[in-house]
């Protein structure tokens, strides 16, 4: 791995960043950092019967799964504050707090087009603000730039930093060439089986206007309730085989039967949904064009790996396996997808492959390492830019 970058070097910076409500038996949580970190509120009984249903299958409860295990089923944590319930973002948690500084200036509706080089060295950048001209700012030592795993390679070769090839076919100059910048995108993904529900209890509820006022009651007289929380309130991290050193399934329950890109419940149900946690398969972004205002072209290629489709369907099998515990007895109506009657490998996987969706989580494109391909050192410095650094998602892993 990088120097610099092993668990034992980074647990500090973790600890510092964070303030955990809850219990640190393990050692490895923060209490005192500015981003804010609980359980959610909210208990339904179908986050029960997940649980017992794990019981049943013989594993553990987790009481932490950001302690000293990861394995096990147990309540999911967030981001959000202490008090009333509010996502607690890194914006809120380091860049409110330093709004009032005379040396940070914060620039909206604005975005930047370019990175500005000159004689080899990074010196600043152009942008531009809804409906205005293009500014260019110089910078005094750095830029450092945060743009997220999509982005940021995009912004390195609309500026000419990257694969020399890709930049010239959309008619822009090569500053430095760079043939890791937009190679190696990572995405968790994977899919769900959902079952209708024989009990009212499930979020289709808020969709009569009398829950959703007394779902609203709730979180502000009580703080809880299904509006105080992200749904997936209960998780479960799995090893799809023994012999496996650390889980490689996540599992979570969601409390209403939803449909790929469609958000709005139309009967009582509930799913368990699981992601891939470390996909083999990789992707790439590239331009559109050499317009800064179109969108990079992402190519994900999902499950091109054999490993990541053998893994997602080992995902489907468990998912079906939780579902089938006497735990769910009461509350298991009919499978809704992929249907009971599916149960060979080969249509189960034409339907993880129609239906199984990424978890927003890209990482990787600006990949950090010492070798050809890698975009930025262990200082996270771009390898042949002075003046420039990528600090996000997309370094890593």
Known sequence: GAVGWSFADVLPYFKRSENWKGEDKSGLRGGSGPLKTAFGNYRNPLFEAFFEAGRQLGYAINPDHNGAEQDGFGWSQFTHTHGFPLRCSSSNAYLAPARPRPNLAIETNAQVTRLEIEHGRCLGITYVRRGGLPQTIRCGQEVILSAGAYQSP??????????????????????????????????????????????????????????????????????????SVFPMNAQAFLRSKPGIDRPDLQFYLFPAAIAEHNYRPAFHGYSIHWGVLRPKSRGRISLRSGDPFDAPRILNNFMTEP?????????????????????????????????????????????????????????GTCRMGSDENAVVDPQLRVRGMPGLRVIDASVMP
């Open 307 to 363: 490993e990541d489709r053998a893994l997602n369907l080992a995902g489907l099998k468990i998912a079906r396996q939780i579902h089938a515990q006497p735990a769910f007895d009461g509350l298991r109506g009919n499978e809704i997808a992929p249907g009971a009657a599916i149960v060979d490998d080969d249509s189960l996987d034409r339907y993880l492959g129609s239906t199984s969706v990424p978890h927003y989580h890209p990482v």
């Open 154 to 227: 995009h912004l390195l070769m609309l500026s000419g930093i990257g694969p020399a090839d890709e930049i010239r076919r959309h008619g822009l100059a090569v500053k430095h060439e760079l043939p890791g910048v937009g190679e190696n995108l990572q995405e968790h993904i994977g899919g769900m089986v959902q079952h209708s529900c024989l009990k009212p209890i499930t979020y289709y509820s808020l969709l009569n206007p009398l829950r959703a006022a007394a779902a609203a009651a709730e979180l502000v007289a009580l703080r809880s309730g299904p509006l």
